[in-house]
């Protein structure tokens, strides 16, 4: 029988961590050049109030997080900001709204014009909008979006642990919506939510499963928030974020494999273990929509100390 994605998955979390990495990495390079690292900034155009009821996020209606929440913002905002972002050094601005699903109107307009004056300041353009439909993503893909993204989170069965307003299936229409108008994928998981081993590598064999799978794989920590339903969960460690990263680049060697939120609770030193192991893509700016991030000044310097440069 011939062997799943999962059974490959598997395989390479039985791995010593060296012997992981040392394969990753030198996958890794047969793809990409690894001195390469994408820059994107991530920017809330529409914060707090969503009706979804995500255990890890302080913009859920449901949780108490003290979020204040805030109207969907202007084009001209957007494109500000999205001008400060080339000019610290992003190469892709993303932008995301607390909505449970699009829906048309001003409001979407209004989005759309968004993308058209990031796409105006030569950025890659990425999105986060809840579910749609074919014919919405395709008016995005129109507007110039690039990249949708719609993470999976985590395994489908561990999946209602913490998530119950929106089906696994919901997730994975979403993605093959945006597939069908045209777009690009950014879909990855988060680590640290009380999640099993198995379900990590369910959850990367089913984004390696996809036709084709993403383009860009977000590795996400965990960031515990206080008055979300996770806000005691202890912190990611160090070698499931290193196995996360190098498990996905190998079981999708062309994606771009993204160290994303929670890289404030890493040490240099992990951040390094990740870039050798195939992350090539990182969030710049102190804020990830609602949550912190790494300090511009602190990226830079670390970067310069591995010898890394923006992507071309």
């Known amino acids: 029988m011939k062997p799943t994605r999962r059974d490959e998955a598997a395989r390479l979390f039985e791995l010593p961590l060296l012997e992981l990495v040392f394969r990753a990495a030198v996958t890794h390079r047969e793809f990409h050049d690894p001195r390469d690292i994408q820059r994107s900034t991530l920017l809330s155009i529409k914060t707090g109030g969503c009706p979804e009821d995500c255990g890890y996020c302080p913009q859920s209606a449901h949780h108490a997080a003290g979020l204040e929440r805030e ?66 993503a395709a008016r995005l893909r129109e507007a110039g979006l690039d990249y949708y993204n719609h993470n999976l989170d985590t395994s489908e069965a561990f999946y209602g642990s913490i998530i119950r307003t929106r089906t696994y299936k919901d997730r994975l229409d979403t993605l093959a919506a945006a597939r069908g108008a045209g777009l690009k994928l950014c879909c990855g998981g988060i680590v640290g939510m009380g999640e099993s081993v198995e379900d990590r590598i369910d959850l990367l064999a089913t984004l390696a499963s996809l036709e084709p799978p993403p383009e860009s794989v977000p590795i996400n920590a965990l960031v515990p928030v206080e ?33 994303s939120a929670g890289r404030l609770s890493m040490s240099e030193e992990a951040q390094a273990l990740c870039f050798l192991a195939g992350a090539n893509s990182i969030f710049l700016g102190d804020r990830l929509l609602t949550t912190p991030n790494a300090e511009p000044d602190a990226d830079e310097r670390l970067l310069g100390l591995l010898g890394v440069h923006p992507a071309p």
């Open 227 to 259: 008055g979300t339903p996770l806000e005691g969960r202890p912190p990611a460690r160090w070698d499931e974020m290193v196995r996360m990263v190098a498990v996905a680049r190998l079981l999708m060697p062309r994606c771009r494999v993204r160290l």
């Open 71 to 136: 109207p969907l913002m202007d084009v001209a905002g957007v494109a500000r900001a999205a001008r400060a972002a080339k000019e610290q050094g992003a190469d892709r601005f993303c932008i995301g709204a607390a909505w449970r699903e699009v829906k048309d109107g001003e409001e979407f307009d209004r989005v759309l014009g968004m993308v058209e004056a990031i796409k105006a300041e030569g950025l890659e353009t990425c999105a986060t909008l809840g579910m749609m439909r074919e014919g919405q």
